[in-house]
């Protein structure tokens, strides 16, 4: 309806309409004026809600500008801008979630803690550079969302063959003028069926929340009774079972991954939909109107809810500390033979410590005996103090949370 408001006073500007007819449909467009169980049952009939809708508007109308109303345009004009407004506002939204899951991420900072490769501990990291790689994905997603909504809001007015031709030479200055009242771009090239842009915003939905996916498939793990280094925000039977009295499921990481899972095999039917034919789509169009609407909610429950868990993680540093210890010294595998390899070179320094690793974990053994035992004479005079502690090789872990926090906090400037 405000696509068809602005039609009207746009081809009033361009001299089409009189500014009498325009005021009048403008004023007609409104929600109060539609039967909606009409409009669902001739939508459902006709296949398409604009010619009910148009003649609900008309209905309401004095002769004149009752003949007016819809002057020129498709169905899918009006489709097309009216969802490239709800795409836009969508993705305003989207980014304001975003914001608040990237704030409530910048928050963690610097525990050293075990980095993990393949599901096992690989070397010492902190907890404060493990967020920053999810900080520095947050601060690209934000990009993404500007980029994505610049594309989509574009307004859509080129008539039932993609050529104006009802509204004739004077058609580009409507188009302009609908743009600008609605605050949309405009464009000389329809997108009838170029459903890129569609596609690129449920691809950006789903993105958004596999990325807070990702964030929630790591408190789930760290969450692990044998690993318990972080937990969800507790409340009273948060979590809980129906069985197990001392259950407190991570409900919350839950329903973001589950609806992640579902966003990104939904979003795959909007490359379908880029299939759509000739100057009008014949079905693939009906793909979005299901899909388009489900992915934006699911990205901004995915994004909301792991802000949720984000603001109320609860930290726990001597489990981080625990378990750092929990490999006998295996952790610093890497940190010793970075320091012997300058003297024996990295082969000789790698297969070194390979065999203090073996011998530490089958005779239960700290990787430093083990390793003192298997060197041969001299071999170790480059290690200095025995065993190296795992604060002293977490690299630039610093580094890397102040610039991600730098980056997440003046990408708006």
């Not at 900072?109 to 075990?114: E, F, H, N, R, S």
């Not at 070397?123 to 601060?139: I, Q, R």
């Not at 690993?227 to 329903?255: D, L, Y």
Request: proline share 4%; charged share 20%.
């Amino acid at each position: 309806m405000r696509a068809e408001a602005a039609l009207a006073q746009a081809q009033a500007e361009a001299g089409i309409l009189t500014a009498d007819d325009a005021r009048a449909i403008a004023a007609a467009c409104v929600p109060s004026g539609i039967d909606l169980d009409r409009l669902w049952a001739e939508a459902v009939n006709v296949g398409y809600p604009i010619l009910p809708l148009v003649r609900m508007i008309a209905a309401a109308l004095p002769d004149g500008p009752n003949g007016r109303v819809h002057y020129g345009a498709t169905t899918q004009d009006i489709m097309d801008t009216g969802v490239a407004l709800q795409m836009g506002e969508a993705l305003d939204h989207l980014a304001a979630l975003l914001g608040s899951f990237g704030d409530a991420v910048a928050r963690h900072a610097g525990t050293v803690a075990a980095a993990r490769t393949h599901a096992q501990q690989a070397v010492p990291t902190t907890f404060g550079a493990k967020m920053a790689v999810l900080l520095a994905e947050l601060t690209r997603q934000r990009e993404r969302i500007a980029l994505t909504a610049r594309r989509v809001r574009v307004v859509s007015l080129f008539g039932a063959g993609g050529t104006s031709a009802a509204m004739g030479e004077r058609s580009s200055a409507v188009r302009e003028g609908v743009a600008r009242r609605l605050g949309l771009r405009t464009t000389e090239v329809p997108w009838h069926v170029a459903r890129d842009g569609v596609a690129e915003f449920g691809v950006t939905c789903a993105s958004l929340a596999a990325t807070a996916a990702r964030f929630a498939r790591e408190v789930v793990d760290l969450s692990r009774t044998e690993i318990g280094e972080v937990r969800e925000a507790g409340g009273h039977h948060r979590g809980a079972s129906s069985t197990m009295p001392q259950k407190a499921n991570p409900i919350g990481c839950e329903a973001v991954i589950g609806m992640s899972g579902t966003a990104g095999a939904l979003s795959s039917g909007l490359f379908r939909a880029m299939e759509a034919g000739h100057e009008r789509a014949a079905g693939e169009w009906q793909v979005e109107w299901y899909v388009v609407p489900l992915l934006a909610e699911l990205a901004a429950g995915a994004l909301a809810t792991a802000a949720d868990v984000a603001a109320g993680l609860r930290v726990y540093p001597e489990a981080m500390r625990a378990n750092l210890d929990a490999e006998d010294g295996l952790i610093m595998a890497e940190a010793y033979m970075m320091r012997l390899a300058p003297a024996l070179g990295r082969e000789r320094a790698h297969d070194l410590v390979y065999e203090a690793a073996r011998e530490a974990r089958e005779n239960g053994r700290l990787l430093a005996d083990a390793l003192r035992e298997v060197a041969g004479p001299g071999e170790l005079a480059g290690l200095g103090a025995l065993p190296i502690p795992p604060e002293s090789y977490i690299g630039d872990a610093e580094a890397i949370c102040a610039a991600a926090l730098d980056a997440w906090r003046t990408i708006d400037e």
